[in-house]
């Protein structure tokens, strides 16, 4: 049997909900999982008008999504120069500018929603540490800069001087990255989801999944 560990930041009885006694016998989606993915999914469901219902064997936002540090890092998880090089510039740059548009849009649910979920704009400081990462480093950092993309490198001596250690040999100060608390984001739009009429279940494990003529069929514990 796996033992779950509840990160002691989280509190797992608000994570849990329960917005019916029973389970609704017919819904127009059912969405399994109720972290970021599943939440965000039920979310716009219900935006749109249908009547989607979560089903979540654990509690709101277990996992991964509860426990990780909230680093919302715009662009790829590679290094601009990396990417271009992997899908192209066109791509890169438009995967830049939907990583802006994602976090200009997160920003406008949790003012239209009131969700408080300790959202934060700062900065980002990508840090090398061998002449070979400080050399890759530059070279993204320039490529960006060619490109419109805002970023400043600093060179060792730079580095050392904001960062007031001499261990790094380079640095890349990114003017765009934003924090927040997952959970309480997660908390948030279910909670939204819910006035938009969505139903969400925790405690309730999906067994098996059957197709039907017209749907499908979820069987629960």
């Known amino acids: 049997m796996t033992t779950r560990v509840v990160s002691f930041w989280l509190n797992p009885q608000a994570l849990c909900f329960q917005s019916e006694q029973e389970l609704l016998p017919v819904a127009d989606a059912v969405v399994i999982g109720g972290r970021i993915t599943g939440i965000s999914t039920a979310y716009w469901l219900s935006h749109l008008g249908l009547r989607p219902v979560v089903l979540e064997r654990g509690e709101l936002s277990c996992g991964a999504t509860g426990r990780n540090g909230g680093h919302f890092v715009f662009g790829t ?54 002449p070979a990462e400080a050399q890759s480093l530059q070279e993204s950092c320039e490529l960006m800069m060619s490109h419109g993309v805002a970023v400043k490198y600093w060179d060792k001596k730079e580095v050392e001087h904001n960062t007031q250690c001499s261990n790094f040999s380079a640095a890349a100060l990114d003017p ?22 969505a139903h969400i279940q925790t405690k309730v494990e999906v067994q098996a999944v059957t197709r039907q003529a017209e749907g499908f069929t979820i069987t629960t514990n």
């Open 77 to 130: 998880n590679q290094s601009f120069k990396d990417s271009v090089e992997a899908h192209g510039l066109d791509e890169t740059l438009a995967l830049w500018d939907f990583t802006r548009q994602s976090a200009q849009l997160l920003q406008d649910l949790t003012n239209q929603h009131n969700i408080d979920c300790d959202l934060r704009f700062n900065q980002l400081v990508s840090l090398a540490m061998t």
């Open 176 to 197: 765009h990255h934003a924090q927040l608390w997952p959970a309480k984001l997660v908390i948030g739009l279910a909670k939204a989801a819910q006035q938009q009429q």
